[in-house]
């Protein structure tokens, strides 16, 4: 009985170090877990993009809006007819007429470069709502519970936002040019030199909606925020009508809207505006201006109130 003890003991022993070394071999074969922050970043950009392009009739809604305003109100605002009712004149004074009031002589082609400033602004308007229903539904508290940072999680949804704004912007802009557009100034870099306008201003936009929703779960103020916010930068702006046109104080107001230096940009790249805003270094400045303080702010404030 005796002698049987011990040699029970070494078989349990050397089973006990088989299955150790069963365990090393399975933990090591077992994929490793990528803690980078880009992976993060990425995982929850593409789940929120997913829940997108997914759902191709969300797509379709949000076109409907730009392209209403482009057929029925670009085409039926037509200036140029309200000018040569005017007995005596001339095509050739019209169109210098047009082209000293929108800078270029088509009005159609002036809203269609305002519109997609429009569509930028009303898809990033709704990059907040994203953050209200994560934290509704509990998925932000499990977001949080990851080695993802805090602002990797905001930069996600600004992301997400940015990248459905330009494909959006993209769709809007091709419609514009079947509808009648001017593609005179259209070169590949003037349509790159647009895009990256238009990309920092959907970061900036994206980053300010995004930040005013890190501690709301309420979506009813969310809406709110998003109505007070959309219609003043869209109307406050020179998106639908120059600025010549407007009052002085409504002039000093359209200076201080990042939009009107979106519209001005895309105006000069894309169809070669001779009335502008300002120099299109300048649109560039204030536009990445306006994108680095508000992302480097969204990051900052979701740090202190971004919280399970």
């Given at each position: 009985m005796t002698q049987e003890l011990p040699a029970r003991s070494t078989i349990t022993t050397q089973e006990q170090v088989i299955e150790e070394r069963e365990r090393e071999r399975t933990f090591r074969a077992a994929p490793k877990?990528?803690?980078?922050?880009?992976?993060?970043?990425?995982?929850?950009?593409?789940?929120?993009?997913?829940?997108?392009?997914?759902?191709?009739?969300?797509?379709?809604?949000?076109?409907?809006?730009?392209?209403?305003?482009?057929?029925?109100?670009?085409k039926a605002l037509n200036f140029g007819s309200?000018?040569?009712?005017?007995?005596?004149?001339?095509?050739?004074?019209?169109?210098?007429?047009?082209?000293?009031?929108?800078?270029?002589?088509?009005?159609f082609s002036f809203l269609a470069g305002g519109m997609l400033a429009f569509i930028i602004l009303f898809t990033a308007a709704?990059?907040?709502?994203?953050?209200?229903?994560?934290?509704?539904?509990?998925?932000?508290?499990?977001?949080?519970?990851?080695?993802?940072?805090?602002?990797?999680?905001?930069?996600?949804?600004?992301?997400?936002?940015v990248i459905r704004s330009l494909i959006q912007a993209a769709i809007v802009l091709g419609i514009a040019v079947i509808f009648g557009m001017d593609t005179t100034y259209f070169t590949p870099a003037s349509i790159a030199g647009s895009f990256v306008?238009?990309?920092?201003?959907?970061?900036?936009?994206?980053?300010?909606?995004?930040?005013?929703a890190l501690r709301s779960a309420d979506w009813q103020t969310q809406m709110a925020v998003i109505n007070l916010l959309n219609l003043p930068l869209l109307f406050a702006s020179?998106?639908?009508?120059?600025?010549?046109?407007?009052?002085?104080?409504?002039?000093s107001v359209v200076k201080f809207n990042p939009v009107s230096y979106a519209n001005d940009g895309v105006r000069q790249m894309l169809l070669g505006s001779t009335t502008t805003l300002a120099p299109l270094w300048a649109d560039f400045g204030v536009l990445?201006?306006?994108?680095?303080?508000?992302?480097?702010?969204?990051?900052?404030?979701?740090w202190r109130f971004l919280s399970k």
């Open positions: 877990l990528d803690k980078s922050p880009l992976h993060g970043l990425w995982a929850l950009t593409n789940r929120d993009l997913l829940k997108w392009y997914k759902n191709p009739i969300q797509l379709f809604i949000s076109l409907i809006q730009p392209v209403v305003w482009l057929g029925l109100f670009g309200f000018i040569s009712s005017q007995p005596g004149i001339t095509p050739a004074e019209i169109n210098a007429l047009t082209l000293k009031t929108f800078g270029t002589t088509s009005y709704f990059a907040g709502m994203s953050v209200v229903w994560d934290r509704r539904f509990g998925f932000m508290n499990k977001a949080l519970s990851t080695p993802v940072g805090r602002g990797a999680i905001v930069t996600a949804k600004v992301l997400q936002s306008i238009l990309f920092l201003m959907a970061f900036g936009l994206s980053s300010l909606f995004v930040m005013l020179n998106a639908m009508l120059p600025v010549s046109i407007m009052p002085g104080w409504l002039q990445a201006l306006f994108a680095g303080l508000l992302s480097v702010l969204g990051i900052v404030l979701s």
